[in-house]
């Protein structure tokens, strides 16, 4: 595996016999950041860039809808922007893992004022020949009162937090549960992690898929879920799916979650195995 920097722009991880990184994380040239392509082991891109009807939409992503009353979300004047002034670092521990650490700041949409500064973390760790994690770990710091909003769930909304938007090619997909129940349009369902899983093309019996964790000390845990299967495959860990959230000025919010990418149809056994051996908790 290779590691490319380009300075200003992204951060890849890459095998050179391969078509397309395992993961790019891409934090110039767009108004936030965002991982695409975002691959499974065996090379099956998982993510979608820019649909045509969302051209927000961006792999795996994170932010949230409204912030007191500034729009983070869609791109369509006036909204706010993510911005990282300095590139990322980049650390490799002495057990294989690849650390980027990045900090960015909020701008609301008069291109002035700040909402967030935030510390960014992500850590790329190889967990066998089928699987790999990307730890996704923010800490967001307000410079003011702040309300943090959300579209309330109609038909739709709800959504914010860490997305991930799926590439169209999948197919009979599901998204998965601890409780072993699957759900094509989950509507803030608390749960401690979730999966989307399902065939993909390049061959006979290609699949794999992608879950989401929530660290048991994250706000809100066991996390709301919202998502959709079908050609528009997305899902998201949405902390305020339920009520919007008031952070005082000053003070810190962190997220944790472990983002899991594997070839394969994974059980329910294999996937709250995994959670725990990184949540660190006891089952049951």
Avoid at 6 to 14: D, K, N, P, T
Avoid at 195 to 223: C, M, W, Y
Avoid at 257 to 264: E, G, I, K, P, S
Wanted: glycine share 10%.
């Amino acid at each position: 595996m290779i590691l490319k920097h380009s300075i200003g722009q992204a951060i890849e991880l890459a095998d050179p016999g391969t078509e397309l990184p395992l993961w790019r994380y891409v934090y110039g040239g767009k108004p936030k950041p965002f991982i695409h392509p975002l691959c499974t082991p065996a090379g099956h891109c998982l993510t979608l860039f820019e649909p045509h009807d969302h051209v927000w939409h961006r792999g795996l992503w994170f932010t949230f809808k409204f912030i007191d009353g500034d729009n983070f979300w869609e791109e369509r004047a006036p909204f706010g922007i993510q911005r990282t002034a300095v590139p990322p670092s980049i650390d490799h521990t002495a057990d294989g893992q690849i650390v980027l650490r990045s900090e960015l700041d909020w701008i609301r949409p008069d291109g002035q004022a700040s909402v967030f500064h935030e510390q960014r973390l992500l850590r790329y760790t190889t967990l066998d020949d089928q699987a790999y994690a990307l730890d996704f770990e923010t800490t967001l710091t307000a410079w003011s009162d702040l309300l943090i909003e959300r579209t309330p769930f109609t038909t739709w909304g709800g959504y914010g937090g860490l997305i991930l938007r799926g590439t169209r090619n999948w197919q009979e997909t599901r998204l998965l549960f601890p409780d072993g129940s699957t759900d094509d349009r989950p509507t803030g369902v608390r749960a401690t992690w979730c999966d989307l899983s399902g065939k993909l093309d390049g061959g006979l019996e290609q699949t794999g898929g992608v879950a989401i964790f929530d660290h048991p000390d994250n706000p809100r845990h066991p996390t709301p879920w919202y998502g959709a299967t079908g050609p528009g495959h997305y899902f998201n860990a949405a902390v305020v799916f339920h009520e919007p959230m008031q952070v005082g000025a000053g003070q810190d919010l962190t997220f944790r979650y472990r983002v899991l990418v594997h070839d394969q149809l994974w059980d329910v056994a294999r996937l709250q195995a995994a959670y725990l051996d990184w949540a660190g908790v006891n089952d049951g």
